[in-house]
């Protein structure tokens, strides 16, 4: 009896293997949307969006001095030169020790905002620096 339902079994899973198969079809154009695809009509739309290339991205950069004993002090930059840009990146560079502190750093508008601390008895030298893309035109 236990030799006789487990080929009942393995029978209906085999039925109901093939079955699903057949239902499904088994053509790739179907089942492949890049096959499907070449009789669809090609697109000869102009790009939306010219490519990235390295030309495209600018850097701005502010050197500035930090005065000693300034407890707050901000510096930001903004993108240089063109007036379709988007900022991707920013930082903020310095001899950061105990006494020369960043506060924070984040996208300010279409250019990079730092904010300083310098609790020594010595002006700091410190920079900002933005990375922006110039959009299509």
């Known amino acids: 009896m236990r030799l006789t339902s487990y080929l009942c079994a393995l029978a209906l ?3 109901a293997g093939v ?3 057949l239902s499904c079809g088994n053509s790739p154009r179907i089942a492949d949307a890049a096959i499907d ?3 669809a ?3 000869d739309c102009p790009a939306a969006e010219p490519p990235i290339v390295a030309s495209r991205i600018i850097e701005g950069r502010r050197d500035i001095i930090i005065p000693a004993n300034t407890p707050r002090f901000e510096v930001s930059e903004v993108c240089p030169g063109v007036a379709n840009k988007i900022v991707l990146n920013g930082g903020c ?3 950061i020790n105990s006494d020369i502190t960043l ?3 984040y996208s300010a508008g279409v250019g990079w ?3 300083w601390s310098n609790n020594s008895n010595m002006d700091a030298s410190v920079s900002v620096v933005v990375h922006c893309l110039v959009t299509g035109q």
């Open 13 to 15: 899973g085999a039925i």
């Open 37 to 39: 695809g070449l009789d």
């Open 93 to 95: 560079v310095g001899n």
């Open 19 to 21: 079955s699903l198969v």
């Open 113 to 115: 905002a730092c904010g």
């Open 41 to 43: 009509p090609k697109c």
């Open 103 to 105: 506060k924070y750093s």
